[in-house]
């Protein structure tokens, strides 16, 4: 779920005035004079575009790629972004509802058909009163139901469904640029300045506070729209979830040295993130209990994963049920250019993690349903060979 993403997005954009949003910038507007006063008291100079860390500043010995590569070349890095897994458990929540609308309005359009166009109830029964109040009813709840979901609730599903697959950054070493690949409701694909680049890594955090961190970076946007301040910040939050800060720092030595010191200077990452969706690495996933807010379960906990497994079944259904509803995006052909990648593998590759995995899922799932009701496998063959 793109929370985070939708947050940072939020904050560049123009609310109603009164609103819940305009308040929030308001807040942070008068936070951010505040600390500039205070320091400015403490003869400390405050400085808006002053970055936390330098580009060509080692910050450690080890590099480690933190499993979250998707693409290594001697040009350009794809890197995953922390909230790409977060996902699966809005999606279940809202097909349980369709699950009940649906049904609902075939019900009433059902029933209203058969009045309209018969004069009489669909099982055949002459038409009362109390049959016509009730049918008022049921559709003066049916309505409203239906408009609070398709006008509030489905926005919210937008974070993690009928939506990118997964959120890119892209290190080109040979532009010196990080591309952002993004829909347009989270501020769409950016292209920043590497030796611009802002990464949040303090040099005085506990080890221990980096559990389950990520990479924060940060940009000056091009714009914002926000009138209660005229800096705008854009940025993205990569990497899975860190084991500790020192872990965190040996993730940005990687993806460092690959822009400064070439891709020969970056080890070939130990595995590469897969693209292809699969219900079982998707209930993996979940079990990892990977949650913002700094704790990775990982291993340690394998009994309370076992305790919990038919949570994950379900929450992993929802999360792969995400990501068929959702689909694969590819960077502009300028960046693609830029980036020296091949247009026919380009197509190739968007055609086949688009199509492929619904037709494997489809093929699946009548499997399962051929099994269960011993049908033969092999019917919709001869229906279409003839």
């Known amino acids: 779920m793109y929370f985070l993403e939708w947050s940072l997005a939020m904050g560049r954009r123009k609310h109603k005035p009164g609103s819940w949003f305009d308040d929030i910038q308001k807040d942070i507007a008068e936070e951010n004079k505040d600390d500039a ?91 009362d009163v109390g049959y016509i109040v009730l049918l008022l009813v049921n559709i003066g709840f049916l309505l409203p139901v239906t408009y609070v979901f398709f006008r509030y609730l489905i926005g919210i599903w937008h974070l993690e469904a009928f939506t990118f697959r997964r959120l890119v950054v892209r290190f080109n070493r040979q532009t010196r640029k990080v591309y952002l690949l993004r829909p347009g409701f989270l501020g769409g694909v950016k292209a920043y300045d590497w030796d611009m680049i802002d990464v949040g890594l303090p040099k005085d955090m506990p080890n221990h506070q980096g559990i389950g961190g990520m ?111 959702s689909y694969e995006g590819r960077f502009p052909k300028t960046i693609r250019q830029a980036s020296g990648e091949s247009e026919l593998r380009s197509w190739l590759e968007l055609l086949a993690y688009n199509l492929l995995p619904l037709l494997y899922t489809a093929v699946g799932l009548w499997l399962y349903y051929a099994w269960r009701h011993g049908l033969d496998w092999r019917l919709p063959l001869r229906y279409w060979v003839g």
């Open 215 to 325: 990479l924060v970076l940060a940009a000056r946007a091009e714009s914002t729209d926000n009138p209660h301040s005229p800096l705008g910040v854009d940025g993205a939050f990569i990497g899975l979830p860190s084991r500790d800060y020192q872990h965190l720092l040996s993730f940005w030595e990687y993806i460092r040295r690959f822009m400064e010191d070439g891709a020969d200077a970056a080890p070939a990452p130990k595995r590469l993130r897969s693209k292809w969706p699969n219900p079982l690495s998707s209930m993996w996933t979940v079990s990892r209990l990977s949650l913002p807010g700094g704790f990775d379960l990982g291993r340690s906990f394998l009994w309370l994963r076992l305790a919990l497994t038919p949570v994950f079944v379900i929450w992993g259904l929802g999360h792969y049920a995400s990501l068929l509803l």
């Open 37 to 127: 006063k205070k320091m400015r008291a403490r003869g400390v100079h405050y400085d808006p575009d002053a970055r936390e860390i330098d580009v060509k500043e080692s910050r450690s010995e080890l590099l480690d790629d933190n499993g979250s590569i998707y693409r290594k070349t001697d040009k350009y890095l794809d890197v995953c972004t922390y909230n790409d897994d977060k996902r699966g458990l809005l999606t279940f929540i809202f097909l349980v509802l369709m699950y009940g609308l649906v049904p609902w309005w075939s019900a009433n359009v059902n029933q209203w058909w058969s009045i309209i166009n018969m004069g009489v109830a669909p099982n055949g029964d002459a038409l």
